[in-house]
């Protein structure tokens, strides 16, 4: 993101003759449960089916051809998370949703389990409301995240979230917050979980975001010996694949750490109560 900073701050780098920005957001709930059970692995509810990008893009893409048959001459550029545009940002000041204080975009009729998507255009529109933080004084989000990775409201610091470490982060994970991954193996979801506005939440109607096969709740045990070919085979066409083989197997280990410790911790505290 620093190398491209300039463009993110300033659209008219990335379209000379910009005049506005549509943001779009698509659902990509489903109800599944994650499962607490030891020894299974958790990853981020939108990793469970397709990439979102290609997905996301191409309705992107859509509306974008849309806008230069009704506008021809209009020129247009689009964007899924794939490029130096700050689609929560645009979100947020076109009324798509407010920025929640765990920095996910929350919408009033999807919650906050929605992607993103942006067409630039050279086009004149007239601009909706900017959304109205509706969060209050709620701290459910803050309160719940177990590596504590919020600085503060409305500020995540990365090298304490789950989310980053096994999707982003390259080399070995932080031994003292690696005990607190609760069996997440890709992403997280936490934040979003206890999030209230995620009441209305509904199913998705895109069938690409639907759950594949071994992705709700897989056995860490299994996964521990998968090699790269066969982790490529299992993951084509998923965002799983984005920490590649190393990174996965590395993210499997500390879940299975992390259930280890937890139990260890469990059976030491029941021991020093028992002896009162």
Not at 60 to 68: E, N, P, Q, S
Not at 105 to 114: E, F, K, L, N, Y
Not at 254 to 271: M, Q, R, V, Y
Request: glycine fraction near 6%; charge should be neutral; proline fraction near 7%.
């Amino acid at each position: 993101m620093a190398r491209r900073a300039a463009e993110r701050r300033d659209p008219t780098l990335v379209l000379p003759s910009i005049r506005s920005v549509v943001s779009i957001a698509v659902n990509y709930y489903t109800p599944e449960p994650h499962s607490d059970a030891a020894g299974i692995g958790k990853i981020s509810r939108y990793a469970w089916g397709d990439d979102y990008h290609a997905i996301v893009l191409e309705k992107a893409d859509r509306l974008a051809d849309f806008v230069r048959r009704e506008a021809p001459g209009a020129q247009t550029k689009t964007y899924a998370d794939t490029g130096p545009v700050m689609d929560k940002a645009w979100a947020a000041r076109a009324g798509v949703g407010w920025l929640g204080k765990h920095t996910n975009v929350i919408t009033r009729d999807a919650g906050s389990w929605v992607f993103l998507g942006t067409v630039l255009t050279t086009i004149d529109l007239d601009p909706d409301e900017p959304a109205t933080d509706l969060c209050g004084t709620c701290t459910a989000c803050l309160d719940a995240c177990p590596t504590q990775a919020f600085a503060q409201p409305y500020v995540l610091d990365a090298t304490r979230c789950i989310s980053y470490l096994t999707i982003e982060h390259r080399g070995e994970l932080p031994g003292d917050l690696t005990k607190d991954f609760r069996g997440w193996l890709f992403g997280c979801d936490i934040c979003q979980d206890v999030c209230p506005w995620n009441r209305f939440q509904r199913p998705t109607a895109e069938p690409g975001f639907r759950p594949r096969p071994d992705t709700v709740a897989p056995a860490l045990q299994d996964l521990t010996s998968l090699t790269e070919e066969q982790f490529h085979k299992r993951f084509q066409g998923s965002p799983v694949t984005r920490p590649k083989h190393a990174g996965f197997v590395r993210n499997v280990k500390a879940a299975l750490e992390s259930f280890t410790k937890s139990e260890h911790l469990t059976t030491k505290k029941s021991k020093k109560d028992s002896h009162g």
